[in-house]
């Protein structure tokens, strides 16, 4: 009885969560909508500017183009459902195709900061939080002030003039050679493709790394002071076993739920990374973009990047619901 | 008190700092010198980098004094343009500074008075104002100002954007962050809300009003010291990675971050020290400004840090 109950309770909260979701989600696609709109000219996208005046007059009313504005976002919200959010006017090509192929590179950057932060920042925090008042620890932590002061740009900088220039071991700009496993194409199964990842993934890891030694440790600390860390040190659980095996367990569900709420923060160092390496992702696109006033293009970046963002808080709410028996479902709203 | 004893105490207060603290010492005399210098860059610097008349394009790129090729009268060189780099980056350091303090003025005029209602009154109200600020941070306020100054410069162009530059930046960046603030203002007012003092205040019949702004604000400054100084360096961190991405200081009125970025367009080709040397000061300045905040943090009160 209880079992259907609690079930019954998960898949509210799951539906509830769900239609947060797809609110956000309109609110950004309204956003969206609304720049389109206000700052572009949807007529300039598809014919150019060589059409007279007149002409232009009769496709707008033709495009419908010229209707109230409820029904003209009703159908860019319906175009929005089908993929379709419009053309960029510099690649003249289906926006969302241009964001798309540039997703790989920039999911391989994140991938492979993430896997430095993930390796480096959880003995580093389990070390700083058992050992706080050790040289190393205190280093560690002296280090990672350095590391949050210093823009991710300039690392990237020096990075460059260090292994590029002065060293020449590495290279400093783009991705390398690909392959295209179906429609993805990949930097990390060529020898190029990953000498080109070194740099900008260590860049990016850099700002992170930091903030994660520190939220690692602080969790690390909460969990032993509670009485079971030092019930399995009473019957004699090894050390490392007890930092590892029980309380970074424990540990790490704070931190799914802390370090879910950095994708934005991820997002925009993405983006400094990708223009300091000139890393063809989805942040150069943008600042390209911009740069370049291609109002299509930089719209679509929005959506993606919203959906992107909605989604991973959304996997990160259930995940941490679902790892912590703690968290009850009458309370989680 | 007598004089004697009381100078006996400040001497050893500041003798405990040096010892327990020589890293933030260090960092209090770093920041003292870079802010000094900056503010008096009209008077100490050898030239005016925004005056574009007294440029000579025979004097871009030339090397700091210790490298060979210089010119004895650019002690670090020239930038791209000609422009004495000493002097870029006094003027530089002094429009970084700027926006970092006026964001955060606009963040602490914002948060402050949000946190210390939430906290004070608690209830129905506390809640928004608390979703908003959870809301407005797990937004990412880079990514924010991004797309802010992104759609700005869409909009209306490259041009006014320059021309705006400065109260842009300190709007975006300050409209971004006003929720450390807030929570800090709102934990710290729930604190002293409940002691002794703020219900003698009311049975003596202090208006509300009277009881936040003269007793409770007074006793939460502490707290809110400390996030002004983790949050500027965090502003000047936001204008120069602005900047570096063309959104912020155009390169008529560089700050460090555009003179950053206008120097690493030319690294290759062996200019090093346009970019170089503006980002050992910005990240002397980041650095200082960090330690300075950590070390406030740990000398007042540590539960009340706002992450």
Not at chain 1, 58 to 64: V, Y
Not at chain 1, 275 to 301: C, H, K, N, S
Request: charged share 15%; with cysteine; aromatic share 8%.
């Amino acid at each position: 009885m209880t079992f259907i109950k609690e079930f019954a309770a998960g898949l509210a909260f799951l539906a509830r969560r769900l239609a947060q979701a797809l609110l956000v989600m309109l609110v950004v696609l309204i956003i969206a909508f609304a720049v389109r709109t206000n700052l572009g000219d949807p007529l300039r996208e598809i014919v150019g500017e060589a059409v007279p005046e007149a002409q232009r007059e009769q496709l707008r009313h033709e495009l419908g183009l010229d209707a109230p504005w409820p029904v003209q976002l009703a159908r860019y919200i319906g175009g929005a459902l089908h993929g379709d959010l419009g053309t960029s006017t510099i690649y003249k090509k289906p926006t969302l195709e241009v964001v798309l192929a540039k997703f790989p590179a920039s999911f391989e950057l994140v991938l492979g900061a993430s896997l430095i932060v993930l390796l480096l920042s959880l003995p580093a925090g389990v070390y700083c939080a058992v050992r706080p008042r050790a040289l190393g620890a205190r280093l560690i932590l002296g280090l990672s002030v350095l590391g949050i002061s210093i823009p991710v740009f300039l690392t990237g900088i020096f990075l460059i003039t260090i292994f590029s220039v002065w060293l020449g071991w590495l290279p400093a700009f783009g991705r390398g050679e690909t392959v295209h496993l179906g429609g993805w194409e990949t930097g990390l199964l060529t020898l190029s493709g990953l000498r080109h990842l070194i740099l900008p993934a260590l860049t990016l890891s850099s700002i992170m790394l930091p903030l994660f030694i520190r939220l690692v440790r602080g969790a690390m600390l909460d969990e032993l002071g509670h009485d079971y860390v030092r019930t399995a040190r009473a019957k004699g659980a090894a050390p490392l076993r007890v930092w590892f095996g029980h309380a970074l367990r424990n540990a790490l569900l704070p931190l799914v739920a802390v370090g879910g709420l950095q994708v934005g923060t991820l997002i925009a160092y993405t983006l400094l990374t990708e223009t300091v390496f000139q890393w063809p992702g989805m942040g150069f696109l943008f600042v390209e973009a911009v740069t370049r006033a291609d109002i299509p293009l930089i719209t679509t970046y929005l959506v993606f990047v919203g959906l992107l963002f909605v989604v991973t808080n959304t996997i990160v709410d259930i995940l941490s619901l679902m790892l912590d028996p703690r968290i009850s479902l009458e309370g989680a709203r | 008190m007598n004089e004697a004893a009381s100078r006996t105490i400040r001497e050893g207060w500041l003798r405990a700092v040096i010892v327990e603290r020589p890293g933030a010492a260090v960092a209090a005399i770093l920041f003292g010198l870079i802010a000094i210098a900056a503010m008096l860059a009209p008077l100490i610097a050898p030239t005016n980098p925004f005056d574009l008349a007294g440029l000579d394009v025979l004097d871009a790129e030339l090397p700091p004094r210790w490298v060979q090729g210089s010119d004895p009268s650019f002690l670090l060189g020239t930038d791209a343009q000609g422009r004495d780099l000493l002097s870029a980056i006094l003027y530089g350091t002094r429009i970084s500074l700027l926006v970092g303090v006026l964001a955060v003025v606009i963040q602490a005029t914002i948060g402050v008075p949000l946190g210390l209602l939430a906290g004070y009154v608690g209830g129905r109200l506390d809640n928004v104002v608390s979703r908003a600020a959870d809301i407005q941070l797990s937004l990412s306020t880079l990514m924010m100002a991004i797309i802010a100054l992104a759609l700005f410069r869409a909009a209306l162009g490259g041009e006014s954007l320059s021309r705006y530059a400065v109260p842009l930046l300190v709007v975006v960046i300050g409209l971004a962050e006003w929720p450390y603030f807030a929570r800090t203002a709102r934990a710290a007012t729930q604190v002293e809300a409940a002691k002794d003092y703020v219900r003698a205040a009311r049975a003596l019949g202090a208006s509300d009003l009277g009881i936040v702004g003269r007793h409770i604000l007074p006793n939460i400054l502490s707290p809110l010291i400390v996030v002004a100084t983790t949050q500027i360096a965090g502003a000047i961190m936001a204008e120069a990675a602005l900047s570096f991405l063309g959104l912020g200081m155009p390169v008529t009125k560089p700050s460090l971050g555009t003179l950053i970025r206008s120097g690493y367009d030319l690294m290759f080709a062996g200019t090093w020290w346009i970019t170089v040397i503006p980002g050992l000061v910005l990240i002397g300045l980041l650095v200082s400004v960090n330690v300075l905040g950590d070390a406030l943090r740990d000398a007042l009160d540590p539960r009340l840090s706002p992450r």
